[in-house]
């Protein structure tokens, strides 16, 4: 409905908005609607004055204000119907009893004006839709043609003089383009006065809000202080807490590592309670090297054997000097030796801990 020429009420010009929403342009102002109304009263002076300009009914019209128009801008049907005249156009009542005897179909007329104590707006047919082309809408309100009749009833009970626009209306672009398509409106215009009001109220409960917060000296404010705050706590306690537990962690390797240095530096492991003496310790390790030594030596000879033969187990060897199985116990790389000391030793650990634990 961007094309539909749509004049929203400014003062009491609503005689100037019917007549420029009905021609669908800006084609009368205040200044050219005055001339005309300055023109009629002229006119109606010079009557009265056939009559003797010393009579009493002409001294009488002479201190009446003008009834054409008036300060605030509103125009006289006179006024309205002569505008119209330039157009080639004229006014018949609607409502009158004459119009009705012809029982014309309101949807077969083009255009209608309508007056309600001093206000003036046009229903014109667009294309082929109707529209309510009132200033004191928001907007053109599209009626459809089976309410237009109800539409008009309802204005006459209403009070409302209506009147028919008779001749052809200059073409407007509007009328070109809802003659090819037809528009839907989902959603209706509302009166200026409700819009404001609407505002209004919302300014109002916008004040109203500030003065409780006011009030309350920025109350709303501390409550959402205090969320964050307790947010930051509950964040801080969880840092403590993995603060904590980082430290418990590092105290605990700590205490692994001083048992370690302890154990080894006295050489003497503690196992289930029971102290061991540096000749059992070398014992212990001196088994967990053979048995070692002896898994890797079944490796080697299944890994060598010839198809279908099996590898006989080799006898336990010793670490002794110059004792069997000497040989295997060289062949283990420092590497190896020292990855199974410190396996004894956690294990040495591990069963210190305990044992504190218990105690």
């Not at 073409?171 to 809802?178: G, H, I, P, T």
């Not at 009166?191 to 109203?208: F, M, P, S, W, Y």
Request: hydrophobic residues 30%; proline residues 4%; negative net charge.
């Amino acid at each position: 409905m961007e094309s539909i020429f749509h004049e929203k009420q400014e003062g009491s010009l609503c005689a100037q908005h019917c007549l420029n929403n009905l021609l669908q342009g800006e084609y009368f102002s205040p200044v050219e609607l005055s001339s005309i109304a300055h023109q009629l009263d002229e006119e109606e002076r010079m009557r009265m004055a056939e009559g003797g300009v010393t009579s009493e009914d002409y001294r009488t019209f002479l201190q009446q204000p003008s009834g054409n128009m008036d300060d605030s801008g509103f125009f006289s049907i006179q006024v309205i119907s002569n505008a119209l005249k330039v157009w080639g156009l004229e006014l018949i009542l609607f409502n009158s009893p004459e119009y009705q005897r012809l029982r014309i179909d309101p949807i077969n007329e083009r255009s209608f004006i309508c007056n309600y104590k001093e206000h003036w707006f046009t229903v014109r047919k667009l294309g082929k839709q109707w529209f309510n082309l009132n200033s004191l809408l928001t907007g053109p309100e599209l009626i459809s043609d089976t309410y237009l009749a109800l539409f008009l009833a309802q204005l006459q009970q209403e009070g409302y003089s209506i009147f028919v626009v008779k001749g052809d209306l200059p073409d407007c672009e509007a009328d070109q383009l809802l003659q090819m398509i037809r528009v839907q409106q989902m959603h209706r215009p509302k009166l200026i006065g409700e819009e404001l009001a609407q505002l209004k109220e919302q300014r109002v409960q916008k004040t109203d809000l500030e003065r409780v917060l006011e009030a309350n000296d920025g109350s709303g404010m501390v409550d959402e202080d205090e969320e964050d705050l307790q947010r930051a706590l509950a964040l801080s306690r969880q840092e403590i807490d993995m603060e904590d537990e980082e430290a418990d962690l590092r105290r605990a390797i700590q205490l692994s590592m001083q048992g370690s240095s302890r154990n080894a530096s006295q050489d003497i492991p503690q196992t289930s309670g029971t102290h061991l003496t540096s000749e059992e310790l070398r014992k212990r390790r001196e088994a967990y090297f053979e048995k070692q030594q002896q898994q890797q030596q079944q490796q080697q000879e299944q890994q060598q054997a010839p198809p279908g033969q099996l590898s006989h187990p080799c006898e336990r060897p010793t670490t002794s000097s110059g004792a069997p199985g000497s040989d295997l116990g060289d062949a283990m790389s420092e590497e190896d030796m020292l990855r199974a000391a410190v396996t004894m030793s956690l294990e040495t650990v591990r069963s210190d801990l305990k044992t504190e634990g218990k105690q």
